[in-house]
Each structure stands twice: as C-alpha cells, then as structure tokens.
C-alpha cells in the first residue's frame, strides 16, 4: 500500500491570520505608492510616446527606406550604362571634371535641372 501524504487542513484562525497579513502588506504597499516621499521604486516601463511622434516616426522610416531603394536603381542604371558603353568610373570622373573646368557644369547643380 502507498504511502499518501495528507495535507494538513487550515483551520479559521489560520486562514484569518494568514489573511490578515496579506492584508496589511497591500495597505503598506499602498501606503507607500501615495507618500511622495517614499523611495519605492516601481519599474513602470518605457515611456508613452504620442501618436504622432510614432507616425512620424514611420513616415521617416518610409522615406528612408525610399531613398536607399532610389540610390539603389540609380547606381544599377549607372553601373549598365558604363558598361554599355565600355566606360571605367575614372573616365566619367575625368568627364566630369573637364566640364566643370570649362564651365559647362556648375558645382552643386545638377545637369539638365535648369530649363531655359
């Protein structure tokens, strides 16, 4: 035959003890979450951020994720184009160069921007 354990049954007094205590531990809790002075430190979290700032934040997300896909089919284009026509980046550099030496292009302006 098995042993069985039996638990021991908590009388009134125990139950009402016990009870008690919780009691007084949630008023002390609480006690200290109103004293201003009290140095309980309660982990609250993350700041709240607005809805905005969070909307904001993803429309700067959006905008840099567009941009890098822009910079990304740009420098594919330039790349086929250099080798359709058999061209190093050191040429368009010296290309380049030449143009603004002969005031063709202008610095910081893009070509073909300015429509007369």
Partial sequence: MKYQKV???LDERDKLRKFRE???A??????????PDSDFDIPTGPPVRSLAA???DDEDAQQHQQQQEQAR????????LLSE????HDDIAEL????LTYGLWQQ????GSERP
Avoid: I
């Avoid at 949630?26 to 004293?35: H, I």
């Fill in 26 to 35: 949630f008023s002390q809790a609480l006690r200290q979450l109103d004293d």
């Fill in 96 to 99: 380049a160069d030449t143009l």
């Fill in 22 to 24: 919780l009691d007084d």
């Fill in 73 to 80: 089919a740009f420098k594919q284009r330039f790349d086929a």
């Fill in 108 to 111: 910081d302006v893009v070509p």
């Fill in 54 to 56: 969070l909307e904001k």
């Fill in 85 to 88: 026509y058999g061209l190093g």
């Fill in 7 to 9: 638990e021991k049954q």
